[in-house]
C-alpha cells in the first residue's frame, strides 16, 4: 500500500514561511507526479500546486503562485512544498498526493484530484496574528 506522511505544518503569522515535507513509505517518489492539495474551513478543496512525474512541467494555483514552491529530495524520497509571504487565507488542512500516472501536463493533474492515488492524511496550516 502506497502510504505518505506529511509534516512541518503548524502555526505561523502572517508573512511568515513554513515548509511542509511529504514522504514516502513504500515506494519511491521520483518517478511519481505529485499534488498538494488544501481545504479550508467551509470550502471545497483547493489544487495548490502540481508537477509532471518527470518534472518537466509544475501548475502553481492562481492564490499561491510567487509565494510557494515545490522540491524534490530523492535521497530522502521527500516532497516539500515551500510555502513564503503566508496569508491568512493560506490556513487550511494541506494534503500531498502522488501516482505513477501517464498525464504529463502539470495542471490536469491539478485540476483532476482523482488522478492520485495515493494521499496523505493532511497537516493544519494556521496563518493567523
Known amino acids: 500500500q502506497l502510504q505518505l506522511a506529511e509534516s512541518g505544518g503548524g502555526s505561523v503569522q502572517p508573512g511568515g514561511s513554513l515548509r511542509l515535507s511529504c514522504e514516502a513509505d513504500?515506494?519511491?517518489?521520483?518517478?511519481?507526479?505529485i499534488g498538494w492539495f488544501r481545504r479550508a474551513p467551509g470550502k471545497e478543496r483547493e489544487a495548490v500546486l502540481c508537477?509532471?512525474?518527470?518534472?518537466?512541467?509544475?501548475y502553481y494555483g492562481d492564490s499561491v503562485k510567487g509565494r510557494f514552491t515545490i522540491a524534490r529530495d530523492n535521497v530522502k524520497n521527500t516532497v516539500y512544498l515551500e510555502m513564503n509571504n503566508l496569508k491568512a487565507e493560506d490556513t487550511a488542512v494541506y494534503y500531498c498526493?502522488?501516482?505513477?500516472?501517464?498525464?504529463?501536463?502539470?495542471?490536469?493533474?491539478?485540476?483532476?484530484?482523482?488522478?492520485?492515488?495515493?494521499w496523505g492524511q493532511g497537516i493544519q496550516v494556521t496563518v493567523s496574528s
Open positions: 498526493a502522488a501516482d505513477r500516472t501517464t498525464v504529463t501536463t502539470a495542471q490536469s493533474l491539478c485540476l483532476i484530484p482523482a488522478i492520485f492515488r495515493a
Open positions: 513504500g515506494f519511491s517518489l521520483e518517478s511519481y507526479a
Open positions: 508537477i509532471s512525474s518527470n518534472d518537466d512541467t509544475t
